[in-house]
């Protein structure tokens, strides 16, 4: 746990390895009974949405692609140069990801199999060519890409 810890600090990382799963999933993560799986009392679910953000990350923790039911991923501010081939595949229920200000020069093929997200955010990276798996996806409610010259 100690580079996740280092990367992360020790409170983010405490939760992304105690991080609960979907309500109801395993029947006991729902300790206080309000029907969200977490065991805090608010009623919010956390396990749909991670904010990652300005952490310096060079890679994706494992951890994060161990949560199929994410729905909001923000990353922005990081030093992400590349995304797995399989990101998209590992994180099937993604609405809207958020990479801006990363060190992105592609994104995976992966990204023309995906059919829940609706927002990618790109400006700030140096990508200069999109896939055109891209344009096989459903629907898009916003994208930006900005390239660095």
Same mark, same amino acid.
Request: glycine share 12%; with cysteine.
């Given at each position: 746990?100690?580079?996740?810890e280092?990367?992360?600090?020790?409170?983010?990382?405490?939760? *992304?390895?105690?991080?609960?799963?979907?309500?109801?999933s395993?029947?006991?993560?729902?300790r206080?009974?309000?029907?969200?799986?977490? @065991?805090?009392?608010?009623?919010?679910?956390?396990?749909?949405?991670i904010?990652?953000?300005?952490? @310096?990350?060079?890679?994706?923790?494992?951890?994060?692609?161990?949560?199929? +039911?994410?729905? %909001?991923?923000?990353l922005?501010? %990081?030093?992400?140069?590349?995304?797995?081939?399989?990101?998209?595949?590992?994180l099937?229920?993604?609405?809207?990801?958020?990479?801006r200000n990363n060190?992105?020069?592609s994104?995976?093929?992966?990204?023309?199999?995906?059919?829940?997200?609706?927002?990618? *955010?790109?400006?700030? %990276?140096?990508?200069?060519?999109?896939?055109?798996? *891209?344009?096989?996806?459903?629907?898009?409610?916003?994208?930006?890409?900005?390239? +660095?010259?």
């Amino acid at each position: 746990r100690g580079g996740l810890e280092a990367a992360l600090g020790a409170g983010m990382a405490e939760r *992304l390895e105690r991080w609960p799963s979907p309500a109801g999933s395993h029947g006991d993560g729902d300790r206080d009974g309000d029907g969200d799986g977490d @065991g805090d009392g608010d009623g919010d679910s956390v396990a749909d949405m991670i904010d990652l953000s300005g952490r @310096g990350l060079a890679q994706l923790p494992e951890r994060v692609l161990q949560m199929p +039911w994410l729905k %909001n991923l923000y990353l922005e501010g %990081n030093a992400l140069s590349e995304l797995s081939e399989d990101f998209f595949h590992r994180l099937p229920n993604l609405i809207w990801l958020d990479l801006r200000n990363n060190k992105l020069t592609s994104l995976p093929l992966s990204i023309g199999d995906h059919r829940c997200l609706k927002t990618l *955010l790109l400006e700030g %990276n140096p990508i200069r060519k999109l896939p055109v798996e *891209l344009g096989s996806s459903r629907r898009w409610c916003c994208s930006r890409v900005q390239t +660095w010259r």
